[in-house]
Structure formats: structure tokens, C-alpha cells
């Protein structure tokens, strides 16, 4: 584990060094650092934010000044962290309870343009590419690029396309693609560049809920396929 | 009681500190460019830090209010009028109802920021009124003003009445923040960095570069960061980093080696490397920079950064003890 200041507000915390390698026991740790970081509640510490193997930890200068009264501000924010999170090591290691989410998609042929495309990367069948993303198990590595966009690890290796040469001005929203070895939703309308294979109904991200998205950084999501028909139920 | 855009000018966005909290979700910090700008103008008409006011990007701005209010404004070099009688940068004014305030385009610098006394009264969104351009939520309907709008303004306080009264036969406040705080137009396009957590992915020459070279401020820049131009800035190894947080602030560097300098609106994270990070201290002269101009970085120490803002905040803490005396 390093930690690295980020400006002078804010540090990252790297928690594992090698995402790739096994994301989701590097998404475990993540999860287990940052609930303990929130339940050791440092004062002048203002929010967490876990992206894949890190937590940035965005702190009040001069909150950090006051309850660190004699010591140096970074020093003595860097050992509440290391404490928060050894105390967590030293402890039983318990796995954090995440939830399991299930997202319908409509695969259908008028939300999937890029079906075909991904189909060919794969030598698959498009009926095939279907199956096999609607049946992985996947992870939220973390939200972002635009508000509420889930970006996903657990996409079958086969499945992996690049990212569309040109990126396309509106995606529709609740379109689900795949960039690279990731698979994505759309929160809504927005440019982007992933493969669009399927859509979904759910309005992942509403400013007028809270939490204003259904997914967070180390959520377990699976797809469902869904008919047009439920589709368009779903959507009202 | 109500403010009344008669011209909402190139952009203007109501704006406060920014929606905190929500990283994990994705939305940006949001809020003015330069909230430091913000508070300052809200102290001097009373308000609490946290009360939403106008951001003003290259001014013709015209407003009139349907009664007395207190305002006061912090920014570029803009020119503002209330009547006919000219409101410095950093002087509480009193407008009377129905009457216009009218702010010219700048001579240098690009934002202003407008506090009037109660603060804009729109319902906040995931806990503040700031408006996000890019998320089409917060502040007036989600988007920025137009002429014709009319937004809500929050009960005036009993301090900024007293203000008035205080005011006597004139109309402009004599006592006035630090100009540091008021006019960052004014200051040297000099940003203070602290080295970035990928500084050692660059070579030496981008190291070297980054100290001392102009860099332009490309025509591509806008709330979300300020692109820029100047020497290339390459790095050791082109392999793709996997995305993390980045915050206003951070100097970004794509693969064709122009940094990009990110602002309020900036993403939650990013995959680019990060050579350096502008201090907290500097972004309100960041906040005021616009395609042409010339900018040049300075390293300073971490620490330094620190202490720099922790002065500042206990400063500013003394100006409003100061205020609070004045006006009582």
C-alpha cells in the first residue's frame, strides 16, 4: 500500500498494485479500505472516492491544521490512515458484504448497433455474445466519466473490443457497451465511444434520489435479457 | 422577492461552493471557478459562505432587482455599474429596487462572481445550488441563464439592512477585502504546483519544460479545464494508466503531450497521467484564464502549499470577524 498526495487537499491511497491481475480480490480490498476509513471518521477528512485498486482521500486543510494541533498536517493525516487501515488487516478478515444487482438489458437489435462488430472481434455468433454477457458475473471498478457511468470488470476476455475509432456525438441513454475489456452503461444521453450492444430501462442515475446512482464502486451486477415487451413495460 | 436577468451575457450560471460529497458517484465538485472569489463577495454582503450567487463569464450582464438588496462582486476587470455610480471590485453596494446593475465585458481576465444579499434561492440539488452544465441539473433549471429569466432571492438577513442604513447618502461601502482576494485578474499568470503523483512517468526534459516555459491557453477550454499549449511534455512509458481521481487543479497530460489543466466541472477521475497539481491558493487565478493568454508554472513544496491555504483560510477568518465588527 503507498500513499501519494494528490494537490495539497487531497491524497491517494493505492491499495493493491496490480489491478488486472485479480480484480475482484482488488476490489475487495478496496471495499474493505474504505469502509474502514469511513467508520475511522478523521476529522477534516470531507469525502472518499474508490476507482479501481485506489481511494482518493479529499481532505480540509485546515480542518487537518486544527485536530492536528502540533503536528505536521500530512504527517499526522498519514498515520490516522495507516492506522485506519492496519487496524483493518490486524482484524478478522471478514469479506464486506456488497450487493448483487441485476440489470435488464434489451439486446435487441435496434439497441445493439455495434452487436455485429463485437461478434466479429469474438468469431462468435451474435446470439452467442448475448448469452455470454448476459451470464458473466461482473464488478463495479468505479463511477465516473460522466455522473452514474458504472465501468465493469468480469466482461469474457473473448468479448474484449476496442473502443470505436470515432466516437459517436449522442449515445442514447441506458445504452450498455463494451470498451476494451470493460462493459459500461450510459446513465444518459451523452458522447461516447463504447461498442452498443444492448439497452436498459432503469434510470441508473437521478439527481433526485440518494444516492443519485443504483451502482457504486464494488457492486456485484448481473444482466438479464429482457423482450422489447419488457423493455417498454419497464421503461413507463 | 425576485432578481430579473434583463441580459444574461456570454455565460452566467448561478453558483456556490459546490456539491461535495458525491465523488463516489461521479459528479464533479462543481461550483465557482474560484469559490474563494465567491465567499469573499458573500461576506461582504452578509451572507454565509454557502449562499449561491452569479458566475459571470466576459460580463454583459444586466440585472435589476424588485427590491433593496446589498451586493458586492470579485473577479476579473470587469467594469460594474449600479445607476450610474460604478461598484469597485470588493465593496458591498446597495441597489435600489428596480433599479439596473449592469457588468461590461473585462479588460483582463474572464469571471466575475456576483453575491446579493439572501443569496439565489433555487431548491438544491444533492445538497447545493450550483448549476452542472454538463449534468443539466442544479441551479436555474439545470443550464445556464438567458435574458428574460427570473430567479428567486432568499430572505434578506437584518445584517445587510443595517448595511443600508449604514450606508447613509452614500451607496458603495469604503472598507474592502485584500486585493489579492478581490482582483485575481490583476495577479501574475504565475501557477505554483506541487509535483503530481506521475511525475516520475515523465522525462526529464517535460520536467524541465514545465518549470519556466509559457504555455497558450487553447481555444478548447472552457468550465471543465483550460487546455494548453507550449512545449511537449513526454513521458517515459506511453502505457495507459488505469483511471483515478483527479480534482481542479490537477495537470493532466494525454498522449500528445499538451497539458490539460483541470477546473471545477473536471470529470471525478481520469487515466491520464498527472505531471503536478496547481495549490488550492492558485486556482483562483487559474479560474480566470482564457484562450491566448500566457501561463507559466513554479514549483513549490508541499508543505508550502499547505501552509499558503492554512494562512489563507485564518485570514480569511479574521476578515469575517472584521466584517461582522463593521457592520454591527
Known sequence: MRIEPLGDSALIVRVVDDFARDPDAALNAVLAALRSLEAAAIPGVIELAPAYSTIAIFFDVAGIGRAAAKHEPSDWLRTRIESALTARSAGDKQSVATPQIEIPVCYGREFAPDLDDVASVAGLAAEEVIRRHSSAAYRVNCVGFIAGFPFMSGLPSELATPRRVAPRKKVPAGSVGIGGAQTGIYPRKSPGGWNLIGRTPLRLFDVQREPPTILQAGDRVRFRGISREEFDVLSQ | ?328
Not at chain 2, 85 to 107: R, S
Not at chain 2, 238 to 259: F, I
Request: aromatic share 6%; charged share 25%.
Open chain 2, 1 to 328: 422577492m425576485n432578481v430579473f436577468v434583463r441580459s444574461a451575457g456570454f455565460l452566467t450560471s448561478v453558483q456556490d461552493l459546490g456539491r461535495t460529497g458525491f465523488r463516489q458517484s461521479g459528479i464533479s465538485i462543481g461550483g465557482a471557478l474560484d469559490s474563494h472569489a465567491l465567499r469573499v463577495a458573500n461576506a461582504l454582503v452578509g451572507n454565509k459562505d454557502s449562499a449561491a450567487g452569479l458566475e459571470a463569464t466576459l460580463g454583459t450582464l444586466r440585472l435589476r432587482f424588485d427590491d433593496q438588496r446589498v451586493v458586492a462582486w470579485c473577479g476579473g476587470a470587469f467594469a460594474v455599474r449600479i445607476g450610474e455610480e460604478n461598484l469597485p471590485p470588493g465593496h458591498a453596494g446597495l441597489v435600489a429596487k428596480d433599479e439596473e446593475l449592469i457588468m461590461t465585458a473585462p479588460k483582463t481576465g474572464s469571471r466575475a462572481w456576483l453575491a446579493i444579499s439572501g443569496g439565489i434561492d433555487v431548491p438544491p440539488v444533492l445538497g447545493s445550488r450550483s448549476t452542472d452544465l454538463r449534468g443539466n441539473f442544479g441551479g436555474h433549471e439545470g443550464r445556464a441563464l438567458r435574458d428574460g429569466d427570473v430567479l428567486p432571492l432568499g430572505e434578506r438577513s437584518a445584517l445587510p439592512v443595517r448595511v443600508a442604513e449604514m450606508f447613509g447618502d452614500r451607496r458603495i461601502a469604503e472598507w474592502t477585502a485584500p486585493s489579492a482576494w478581490v482582483t485575481t485578474a490583476a495577479r501574475d499568470r504565475f501557477l505554483r504546483v506541487v509535483r503530481g503523483p506521475d511525475w516520475a512517468r515523465f522525462r526529464e526534459e517535460a520536467q524541465t519544460s514545465l518549470a519556466g516555459a509559457p504555455f497558450t491557453v487553447t481555444l478548447d477550454s472552457d468550465r471543465m479545464a483550460a487546455r494548453l499549449d507550449g512545449p511537449d511534455l513526454p513521458r517515459l512509458d506511453p502505457t495507459d494508466l488505469l483511471s483515478e481521481a483527479v480534482a481542479p487543479g490537477t495537470l493532466q497530460v494525454p498522449p500528445n503531450g499538451k497539458p490539460i489543466l483541470l477546473l471545477g466541472d473536471c470529470q471525478t477521475i481520469g487515466g491520464y497521467p498527472k505531471i503536478a497539481h496547481v495549490i488550492t491558493v492558485d486556482l483562483p487565478i487559474a479560474a480566470q484564464l482564457w484562450p491566448g493568454d500566457l501561463v507559466r508554472f513554479l514549483e513549490v513544496t508541499l508543505p508550502d502549499a499547505q501552509e499558503l491555504l492554512r494562512e489563507r483560510e485564518e485570514n480569511f477568518a479574521r476578515f469575517r470577524v472584521g466584517l461582522s465588527l463593521q457592520m454591527s
